[in-house]
């Protein structure tokens, strides 16, 4: 089989849906990536980030913000969120999530590389990007259902009236830390290597920039007959991963490294 009439030039990267067995998602040179049904060999959405305004960029508080030296090629790709989302990391150092079943919908964007991002790597809701900026960043990605109320209008003698939800999901991606590797990267990758303390060389502390987060304020504009979802979290296992969460980094000077990561002392 094979799968014609998209690309114009080098496909950088390929990746087979864990949900649906029909599918594979493909990135290229060319900035544009496509969705492909392997049963018909054609595309069933496509997306050209080179043509692409995003409106929905989160801009990074790095102060290596995203250079225009590159264009928007696709570098790495990764599904999220059970499949729903894909994370682009392109050329021009920018991460993007696109919803799966339509990549003209751009959820998110943002400035995460000061340059090409080179690799990505996921694991449950945490991105694991590296660039040749010769950082490596650890992301957490989240997923809010907002419902609206609609109302037909509202009765001083009665509290409320009868009102239509329209519920839409969107989606965070909050850097927890950057580690400077000082060597331009090649290659990233998760892994759990909790058993593995003593017995390797490399402590995460070695170059960690941490960055803090702040608590999201809601939007004095926000209507009041707004309300969030209740977002279901299992903390319990985000801290688990995340005390045994180690990263492992190729770089230009053909060493590989593992930095043991004890995010949660």
Known sequence: KKLVGVHSSLISSVLFSQTNP???????????SSIWS??????????????LNCSTT???????????????????????HQCKVIAYGLGDGTIRLHRAADLQQNLLTVEAHGGLITSMDVMGNYLLSGGIDRCVNLWKSQSKWRRSRKGSGHNK?????????????????????????EIKINFVKFGLFSNMKDN?????????????????????NDEKDEEDCEEIDD????????????????????????YLSPLTA
Do not use: W
């Open 58 to 80: 989160a801009k990074s508080t790095d102060s290596k913000s995203s250079q225009v030296f590159n264009p928007p090629f696709v570098s790495s790709l990764r599904y999220m």
């Open 235 to 258: 903390k319990d296992e985000a801290v688990r991963l995340l005390s045994q969460l180690s990263v492992v980094v190729a770089d230009t000077s053909a060493d590989l490294s593992v």
């Open 22 to 32: 029909d599918e594979i998602v493909s990135g290229g040179y060319d900035c544009i």
């Open 200 to 220: 390797i060389d490399g402590d995460i502390n070695r170059g960690l920039n941490v960055v803090k987060g702040c608590d999201e304020k809601e939007d004095e």
């Open 157 to 181: 003698k009665k509290k409320t009236t009868k009102s239509k939800r329209e519920a839409t999901e969107t989606f965070t991606l909050e850097r927890l830390l950057q580690l400077n590797h």
């Open 38 to 51: 392997l049963d018909s060999l054609l595309p069933k959405s496509t997306i050209n980030f080179g043509e």
